[in-house]
């Protein structure tokens, strides 16, 4: 939550700078303190003989990768069937600069398809939803409040805190991505799936934006 009040403020320092070097500032400064929360839960996870980061919760089966690509092209058809992606990687994100648009989309890649994904998941899933669920005990109904939390947690940090105009687009693919990979997460009692669904997601908006 500071992150997301303190995310102007360090965007109007930003001003003047090359949009490739504000969007990694943004990757950094979102995703470290949710790294360093799961560090810090697995930490004292391990301390307690818990495993926060626990074997069945970083297990991974060959299922899980078919799971994962499978949800993601689902999740990516319905998002475009609600709001189809238009537009190019333009504007905001890129400059008019070849080097620098190549520096861009290197920067848009190794940061939104890569680092993202797996940060996000392992912290709204892998941390808060699986504490909440256990919290509740396990039940299905603790299961479900857990993804309707995370996922409304998910969608606040991409509306509030990225460095775009929030649209009906990013509100939809956040729910849709919360509540898939959420349930996903739940079913399988395993956060594979869900982070290769999630990267999936990611890596297919962005080419549809360089194509």
Known sequence: MIVIALSSSWRTALTGWPAWAVSLVDIVLINAPMALAVFGAARIGASRSEGLSARGRIETRGIDVLLGLSLAVMMRGLV???????????????????????????????????????????????????????????????????????????VFLHVGAIGVTPTWAILVAGVTVGIGCGSLAAATGRLTAAVVAHLGFNASGVILLLV
């Open 80 to 154: 475009e069937l609600i709001v189809p992606t238009t537009g190019s990687l333009g504007g905001a994100t890129l400059d008019a600069d070849a080097l620098e648009t190549l520096v861009g989309v290197a920067v848009l890649i190794v940061g939104y398809v890569a680092v993202s994904p797996i940060v996000e998941e392992l912290f709204f899933r892998g941390l808060i939803q699986r504490a909440m669920t256990q919290i509740g005990g396990g039940v299905w109904l603790a299961r479900i409040a857990a993804i309707a939390v995370t996922t409304a947690l998910f």
